[in-house]
């Protein structure tokens, strides 16, 4: 093992997640090139149905693009502000985005961050009323709707859908018992950290570990957000 | 309204409505029409856009989830031999079922038609075995293509000329709008399962193989069958004079196509029924979303191939006939190639493709640039077709060349364009192509006196070419602005900035 001890330094950066209607992507990357945003990611993902009926019928969820990118604070929050407005965030099927604090990184990405981020004032902060958390649920393939049926009546009013694969061997899927499938998808659903346990206990009841959908959960706090309504 | 619904009624507006203008205006400034045509055109268009739009949405919910776990679940067994068989009998089935092909073998007189078809429908499941196989042992594509479309061209000089148009035609006419969709997400399915820098562009190939097989197919048989001249396929024009005789012509038409489309979608909704009793994959929500996919993809296409067949044949036909007359004879060929940029967007599979290169590239291609792309290449296609028509100028003079530059495009550009390039070229040719561009040029044919089995014939085949040329062109432009942002990117590190590689522990800052 190497004696070397991992560098401190005192920064607040975060990971912005934004979503959005496909079509806006573009935009949002004209945005985010302004802002500096030094390395920006792009995930494909799905909107989860508002009504069952219309799921049924395909009428529903739409694509989502995810963007991922790392700023400093200052940055991340007067970016929120300017998503906020250029993409009207908050007015219906428009899109979401908050901001996690992160705890570490490679040095060059937290650099490049926090160079840009020194360039921006510190006047425009993003005012949040309440605690929001980032609740992920991730659950065997197909199953992402039966998540937001658990979760709205507890408080969610929305999520986005992630498809993936469980890595690593056949081993590990016998440990966590009979029915876990490779194909597997994340629910991430944006909520009050007051209603956070709440989602979360229904998920589990409904989709858990003992359920045909072999979820599991996880919760994150959230910096800011931009474009949640939250009633 | 839903997002989700105006999203898709805007798609099919925006593929149908530019080449109902454009029709429209030519009918208006250069070739009148009569209006017994015209209503016939105006209804099949409106029947188009509601059909485009169920078929897309029926795409989505039935063919892409059902595609991505059949190959999800292949790339699973391990064994090799199953999974060939079942590749096999996959991909002939499903061309068996294909009504285009039915429409060909009937245009090919010489052959009997059921020889035709078993031979096609044996070509595009070796093949799709074959492609399979590829994805699953890496195999990569740039040099397969390279031995097969080999192949093809050396083959195409023993082969009878008139069988030559034909054989080509066959290549684009298999890959239907229930294929592409199913065999597409077949590709997504088999290459998931991967995490390798190879398996984005992996998923894509399959349509390209599978092409290769009929065209190979038709081939043989052209050298052991004497040719025979076809009977022209211009149907007789019936004549429409009120509204009656225009609502009877579509609802004659309909039973028609609804048993087409109902034995073509068969084989894959059995398959459905078979895999979900084999691996019970999908929740009691999934399985009645894909029922209900199927039933949108059944009546989307039933009313896509009435409106294009009832409604844009005729058209075509008239269209070509009058422009190919003396004093506008030229105009064949502007005329045409607006026509062809505008009719992509039309063809119902191509929105399918597109919508899955965006997400399979997580956007680095987006739909539009694949949209401009393949219309820039049509265009140039169907100026080709008729130019050709015009100064007769045998279809060997004009593939050969193309599929060469195409192969040599293809050591050049990244192997996931190379994919996408080839897939694409199945894709475009599809009904819009062979009910109004063929008939096109067939009545452009009749009227310039030319021979329409080896020259009206071959449209097909060009406008399955061009489109490898331009998708791989556009790949070389993005592998040149790549570059351009790297240069861009590095520029953004500072001189005296931190670049040593390390791991920084963080720590709020006071606030």
């Known amino acids: 093992m190497s004696e070397k001890v991992n560098e401190k330094r005192r920064a607040s950066i975060r990971l912005l997640v934004l979503t959005v209607a496909p079509r806006l992507a573009e935009k949002v990357s004209a945005l985010m090139e302004r802002a500096g945003a030094p390395v920006r990611m792009r995930l494909a993902g799905r909107g989860t149905a508002s009504r069952e009926m219309m799921d049924m019928l395909g009428l529903d969820s739409g694509e989502k693009t995810l963007l991922l990118t790392v700023l400093h604070k200052h940055a991340a929050d007067a970016l929120l502000v300017r998503l906020r407005r250029g ?77 993936g694969r469980r890595a690593g061997g056949e081993e590990t899927l016998q440990l966590w018992g009979f029915g876990v499938q490779r194909e597997r998808e994340a629910v991430l659903i944006l909520c009050r950290t007051e209603e956070k346990a709440a989602i979360m206990e229904a998920v589990r009841a409904a989709c858990g570990l003992e359920s045909e959908a072999k979820g599991v959960l996880l919760s994150l706090p959230v910096d800011s957000v931009a474009g949640l309504e939250l009633g | 309204m839903t997002p989700k619904l105006r999203e898709k009624t805007r798609e099919s507006l925006c593929a149908v409505l530019p080449i109902t203008l454009i029709v429209l205006a030519i009918s208006v400034l250069i070739v009148p029409m009569e209006l017994g045509p015209v209503a016939l055109f105006l209804v099949g268009a409106a029947m188009l856009v509601v059909g485009m739009g169920l078929f897309q949405l029926g795409a989505e919910m039935a063919m892409t989830p059902l595609g991505e776990g059949v190959g999800a679940q292949l790339e699973r067994t391990r064994s090799v031999v199953p999974v060939l068989l079942i590749a096999f009998a996959m991909g002939a089935l499903i061309t068996i079922a294909e009504p285009d092909l039915q429409v060909l073998s009937e245009q090919v007189p010489a052959i009997p038609n059921r020889v035709l078809i078993f031979s096609v429908a044996a070509g595009v499941g070796v093949f799709l075995a074959l492609a399979v196989l ?42 239907g709008p229930i294929t592409v969709p199913f065999i597409m997400a077949l590709g997504v399915g088999l290459a998931s399962g991967r995490s390798d820098r190879n398996a984005a562009s992996d998923s894509f190939g399959l349509i390209a193989l599978s092409s290769v097989g009929p065209v190979l197919a038709v081939m043989l048989l052209g050298c052991f069958f004497r040719p025979q001249d076809a009977q022209s396929g211009s149907a007789s024009m019936q ?40 691996t019970h994959r999908y929740s009691r929500r999934q399985r009645l979303r894909v029922m209900i996919g199927f039933g949108y993809t059944c009546l989307g296409l039933v009313l896509f ?26 105009l064949l060929v502007p005329l045409g190639m607006l026509i062809g940029f505008f009719i992509v967007k039309a063809e119902p599979a191509i929105q399918v493709l597109n919508h899955q290169i965006q997400s399979v590239t997580n956007g680095a291609m ?48 990244p192997p996931l364009f190379v994919g996408i390039a080839f897939d694409s070229g199945g894709v475009a040719s599809g009904p819009m192509t062979t009910a109004f561009l063929l008939p096109l040029s067939i009545g452009a044919c009749e009227t310039l006196g030319g021979h329409v089995m080896t020259e009206a014939f071959g449209v097909v085949a060009l406008v399955a070419l061009t489109p490898i040329v331009a998708v791989q062109l556009m790949g070389l432009l993005y592998q040149v602005r790549l570059e351009q942002r790297l240069r861009h990117a590095r520029a953004l590190v500072r001189p005296g900035m931190d670049v040593r590689d390390v791991i920084v522990e963080l720590e709020e800052e006071a606030a």
Not at chain 1, 120 to 133: A, C, D, I, L, N
Not at chain 2, 306 to 330: D, K, M
Not at chain 2, 391 to 401: D, E, F, K, N
């Open chain 2, 366 to 413: 987006s739909a539009r640039a694949m949209n401009l792309c393949l219309s820039v290449g049509v265009c140039i296609s169907v100026g080709l077709a008729m130019l050709r028509l015009i100064l007769h100028i045998p279809i060997a003079a004009i593939l050969i060349p193309g599929y060469l530059i195409a192969l040599a495009l293809s050591r050049l550009v």
């Open chain 1, 87 to 163: 993409l009207k965030l908050g007015t219906a099927n428009s899109g979401v985005a908050c901001t996690v604090a992160l705890s570490g990184g490679s040095a060059r990405l937290i650099s490049l961050a926090q160079e840009m981020g020194s360039a921006q004032e510190t006047g425009r902060k993003v005012m949040m009323e309440y605690g929001v958390s980032l609740v992920i649920a991730i659950v065997n393939q197909g199953f992402s709707e039966e998540v937001m049926a658990a979760a709205r009546p507890a408080g969610a009013t929305g999520g986005t859908v992630i498809s």
């Open chain 2, 305 to 330: 191939l009435c409106g294009v067949n009832v409604g844009f044949g005729p058209v075509g036909t008239l269209l070509g006939r009058s422009i190919a007359q003396e004093p506008t004879r030229w």
């Open chain 2, 134 to 175: 590829r994805i699953l042992k890496r195999w990569p594509l740039p040099q397969m293509l390279m031995a097969l479309y080999g192949a093809m061209i050396v083959l195409s000089f023993l082969v009878p000329k008139s069988f030559l148009a034909v054989a080509f035609d066959a290549g684009g006419v298999t890959t």
């Open chain 2, 239 to 278: 004549q429409v004079l009120t509204t009656r005789d225009v609502a009877q012509a579509f609802v004659s038409g309909l039973p028609q196509f609804a048993k087409e489309v109902m034995l073509s979608l068969l084989p894959i909704a059995a398959m459905f029924a078979a895999f979900q009793l084999l």
